[in-house]
């Protein structure tokens, strides 16, 4: 018998069908069915200046925007030749990191009420506003950042921030190990999650899952170590990593990636106070330098020619291994944007975690793979 | 690995079928392919050179011509792959990389979709995003993003 559990449903965080067929309350097939959300993103891309289409990365992912707005800007810088101020970078890894840290936690908040601890989801969200009080600080928005631009970021960080930030740090570190202690210190959580929705290695690679999936099934592979961009080849940090592949395991690998990324964002704290400058290039054609080109403007508007190129970027996200393509045949509109989702990937692998465990269990597996639809239907 | 080593390694293999290997930035390299050596030199690419990860497929309309390309990665290498081939617009079709890749599937799906690449031996060529019967490619570029008439969903009788 086919079950539709969806579009409406607690289990569902955002608008997809997760059609499984039962025996009894076994799992033998899966079939999600997804494109609830699909907005044409790549589509509407096309019709967009560069620095237009950052405004959408925020609405591709909801609660990782700034690591999708850099995803795309390093794409298109590398599409459009543009060289990046090195404080710009080191801004970029930290929004990556602290966006990391609000989407982990956002991640935290909706399992754990998935599989029925509703106290831990009150504290959850409440850390999670401290991160976007701090991106408040500097982009003015607390979800719709819009804040890169080809060529570096719109403003530099207000006075202060550092010292904010290190307070906010130093507060939620002990907080992490609140959440272990009400999750993994309770049995029922235990008795949930253990043993549920396992996946080796050589699976996720065949079907294409990445990021904290990947990493509890013993690989650690991760993009910032193998592949640094930004900065990344310039901080220390460790590469969390479990063996069992279960949902727990991938528990614990978000939560210590949680506390590495404490720590990436503290080394770049100092290495911003240390190091002030300029946070967007200077030599920038008028219509893309510009933060806010006006309307009409002499450049923007017109139909300008730019070199040729083909830009393509991959950056770790919270959810795992994201790309962009971005070509650019030198009007002023990119010809084609193509994103690859690592929620997409990871979703459609849902046959080989779910066939052979129990419809009870479809929350907790599904819970643990984070997905965010938002990406997934673009 | 360097894009004349990748040149050697598959010029061997698929002879005047392999087009060009060109330099790109933050890769291996970019292969350029005739569409009648798509599998053979997937399954080379996967199980010869080791990029057992398949990250993206997607699809370019060039409007006289398509292009799909592929992005796979290495872990022994640490490095992406782009592969790409042209398909004619008037005869969209390409092998399915799933037989060789499992990751392929739903790439595919959507490549075939939002493009209109149809994949010859693909287990599962359904639309993903999109509601099924609908009637457009949207990632085509006769498809235009200004024509009030279009915003109407048509579908076909299903």
Known sequence: MWVNMGPQHPMTHGLWNLKVRIDGEIIVDADPEMGYLHRGIEKISEDRHYNEVVTLMDRTCYVAGLSWETLYITAAEAALHIEVPERARWIRMLTDELQRIGSHVMWYAAFVQDIGLMTPFLYGMRDRDLILDLFQSFTGARMTYEYNRVGGVRNDLPNGFTDRARKVMDWLMPRFDEYDALCLGSDIFHRRCDDLGRLSATECIDLGITGPMLRSAGLARDLRKDRPYHRYDQVDFDVATATAGDVTARYLVRMEELRQSVRIVRQCLDWLDKHPGSVLAQELPRWLGAPYAPVGAEGYLLKRRYPSGTGFSAVEEPHGEAQAYVVNTGGEHPYRVKFRSPVFANMSGAKSYLVGYHVADIPPIMGSVDICVGEVDR | ?158
């Open chain 2, 1 to 158: 690995m360097k894009p004349e080593e990748l040149k050697d390694n598959l010029a061997e293999l698929l002879g005047p079928r392999l087009l060009a290997v060109e330099p790109f930035a933050g890769m291996a390299g970019r292969v350029r392919f005739e569409r009648t050596a798509a599998l053979e030199l997937f399954r080379h690419v996967r199980e010869v050179l080791g990029y057992r990860h398949l990250s993206m497929v997607g699809g370019i309309d060039w409007v006289d011509h398509r292009e799909v390309f592929y992005v796979a990665w290495s872990d022994e290498r640490k490095e992406y792959v782009l592969l790409s081939t042209d398909v004619p617009a008037d005869d969209p079709h390409l092998e399915s990389a799933a037989p060789v890749w499992t990751a392929a599937v739903w790439h595919e799906r959507e490549a075939f979709e939002l493009v209109g690449i149809l994949f010859d031996h693909h287990p599962d060529l359904r639309r993903l995003l999109t509601p099924e019967g609908y009637a457009f490619h949207p990632l085509l570029r006769s498809f235009k993003l200004h024509e009030p008439e279009d915003l109407e969903v048509k579908t076909r009788n299903v």
